[in-house]
């Protein structure tokens, strides 16, 4: 895989193309409907038209990166899981039998599976992308979850893994996620990078109880207590209290708007991987588009501390790019009545009368 640098991408990330944006907006108001009456759908074909810098942008190839490590935090108690289920929730990836294989062929998206850093050792698979960063983390809560260089390298293999899917025709890209103990990671970033409480910012997980949470939330207390991690640079939070599978969404985030792709992001992982990669280049959020609201406590401070208003709210919460998948049919219905409508002239209707 060709290294990519992380700095040359941040600065080929530039800021949305405002002149085919109002020409996208122009046209929305000359389509046959009352003007503003697709909401959403209306702001998301504007976006799109900055994104990709066409006045009538038509996405038609869907690719979802789905990122895989373990955490060594997970040895705290902080999961009602153990971390073997990762690997395993890998291999079923790879044989089509998850959640995210289902909507990923309901959606038509092409899943790209990454073990990024998974504990358990993965049989070779034409289908899997195995990056030798390191078989899982440390555990945060002793010290930094990997090296500053491991936080380098996993965000420059997701920048050269996206990079290498845009070069093959993707043009709508998605991130996923999954490893045991990884919403303890996104927890603890979301906290250092907000300013939220570790408590307020940490759910249930996969299903731990009340007490269990509590303790999840001392656990990334004293995480940031020993590491200190500064809140304003997005490598520095990484190294210290992330994920591997977060960095390389992350880098994934920022490759896609370098290469002026839209991103959705999944749920609270990915929310994670934002947060890194808009510290990074604070330019890059306008490419992002929040696929769903996720039912984890720290999500909503994700969301707000970006300024993303998440497409569907289902109750969701399994991550593996689930919500992507699902939101992906509607940014893509949004990008076709923009381009496929008639206005008012093509279809001889009438418009509003003036008061």
């Known amino acids: 895989m060709i290294r990519v640098s992380l700095e040359e991408t941040i600065g080929r990330i530039v800021p949305l193309a405002q002149a085919a944006a109002a020409a996208a907006r122009a046209r929305q ?12 759908l209306e702001d998301i074909s504007v976006q799109l038209a900055g994104i990709y810098g066409q006045n009538v942008p038509q996405p038609k190839n869907k690719v979802i990166v789905l990122a895989a490590a373990d955490h060594g935090v997970a040895v705290e108690g902080v999961s009602a899981y153990p971390q073997a289920v990762t690997a395993q929730m890998v291999l079923n990836f790879l044989r089509g039998g998850a959640a995210i294989n289902v909507l990923a062929r309901h959606c038509g998206a092409k899943v790209v599976i990454v073990d990024a850093g998974v504990a358990s050792q993965l049989s070779p698979h034409p289908q899997l992308i195995s990056l030798a960063i390191g078989k899982g983390t440390a555990s945060m809560m002793r010290g930094p979850a990997m090296s500053a260089q491991q936080a380098r390298q996993c965000m420059e293999q997701g920048i050269a893994i996206v990079s290498g899917e845009i070069e093959k025709g993707a043009d709508l890209v998605g991130t996923g996620d999954m490893g045991i103990g990884n919403t303890t990671a996104a927890s603890a970033i979301t906290s250092v990078i907000t300013g939220e409480s570790p408590l307020k910012v940490t759910g249930l997980g996969t299903g731990i109880s009340e007490a269990q949470r509590r303790h999840k939330s001392k656990v990334i207390d004293q995480a940031i207590k020993v590491n200190r991690p500064d809140p304003d640079n997005g490598l520095d939070v990484l190294a210290k209290v992330g994920g591997f599978e977060i960095g390389v969404l992350a880098g994934v985030m920022l490759g896609a708007a370098a290469s002026r792709k839209p991103v959705l992001l999944d749920g609270f992982i990915s929310g994670a991987a934002a947060l890194v990669a808009y510290k990074l280049c604070p330019g890059a959020r306008n490419y992002f588009i929040a696929s769903h609201f996720s039912v984890e406590p720290g999500h909503a401070a994700m969301l707000q501390y970006l300024g993303l208003k998440p497409v569907l ?12 998948a699902l939101a992906m049919m509607i940014v893509e219905a949004a990008a076709r009545c923009l381009a496929e409508m008639a206005t008012f002239s093509e279809a001889e209707v009438s418009e509003k009368t003036e008061d």
């Open 29 to 40: 108001d000359t389509l046959t409907k009352p003007a503003g009456s697709l909401g959403r």
């Open 313 to 324: 709210d289902l109750s969701m919460r399994l991550g593996e790019g689930t919500g992507v």
